[in-house]
């Protein structure tokens, strides 16, 4: 199964090595410190929405974009790790699919 690079990587390899800059110099121009940048660089430290905004004005992706390939890399991580032989699927009826697809609905609230 393909494992999606962690961000850090893209922006090591995409960003900071062709065109020859520093963490230092990308974490100045996201006004974040370079201990900041440098746990995503090295894969430690994910994406946070706020980093997206960041990452998308400084470097021209969109945000969204910053959080689908954390949410991705986050997934493939999931799926090497989490043990699910033991989890039972859950047989629903009819009645139960439509209570729970009723849009603004939240099982135990109050309307």
């Known amino acids: 199964m393909h494992n999606p690079p962690h961000p ?3 922006i090591i390899e995409v ?3 062709p065109n020859n800059l520093c963490g230092c110099d990308l974490a100045a121009k996201l006004d974040v410190s370079a201990s900041t ?5 090295k894969g430690t430290s994910g994406i946070s929405p706020e980093m997206a905004l960041r990452l998308a004005k400084a470097l021209g992706r969109s945000p ?29 009826t009819t009645a139960q699919l439509m209570a729970s697809a009723d849009a603004g609905r939240i099982p135990g609230s109050i309307r």
């Open 37 to 41: 940048l440098n746990r995503i660089l």
């Open 15 to 17: 960003y900071l090595e």
């Open 64 to 92: 969204e974009s910053w959080l689908a390939m954390q949410y991705n890399y986050d997934l493939g991580q999931a799926r090497q790790h989490v043990k699910l032989e033991k989890v039972r699927k859950v047989r629903l």
């Open 8 to 10: 850090g990587e893209l």
